[in-house]
């Protein structure tokens, strides 16, 4: 059964660090193309990050536009855990951060897949940004 996990959400002050994570089960993360998406109220949700499986084998990265130089997406293969870590956090950073995965195909050149590409969400754990 696939299941994909989040925790670590809180809130934090402007210009602070958290991280966030996704427990994996059902499949392996080195597998597929693994994201992390996120909504604000009253928006739709915006993919933030994702991290794929390239033909040579190595894993590639891709950001967004507002998290390019301040947010990290990682995973622990051996954990089967995807993190998220968010740096200089802005009030815009709001929201509930969704994990998502879909097949590598919707990643491969560096693309943000579309919500509706993916395959597999998270409950999503809520990113509070307060002084």
């Known amino acids: 059964q696939v299941q994909l996990m989040e925790s670590g959400g809180d809130s934090v002050q402007p210009g602070g660090s958290l991280t966030i994570s996704c427990a994996v089960s059902?499949?392996?993360?080195?597998?597929?193309?693994m994201g992390w998406f996120r909504q604000a109220p009253g928006e739709g949700r915006e993919a933030v990050a994702v991290l794929y499986p390239t033909y040579s084998g190595r894993q590639s990265r891709y950001y967004s536009s507002f998290a390019a130089g301040r947010f990290a997406i990682s995973q622990d293969n051996d954990q089967n855990t995807l993190y998220l870590q968010l740096n200089n956090v802005r009030p815009d950073d709001a929201g509930v951060y969704y994990c998502?995965?879909?097949?590598?195909?919707?990643?491969?050149?560096?693309?943000?897949?579309?919500?509706?590409?993916?395959?597999?969400w998270g409950q999503g754990t809520q990113v509070t940004v307060s002084s």
């Open positions: 059902g499949f392996a993360v080195r597998d597929r193309c």
């Open positions: 998502a995965a879909t097949h590598s195909r919707h990643c491969v050149g560096g693309y943000l897949p579309p919500a509706s590409s993916i395959d597999s």
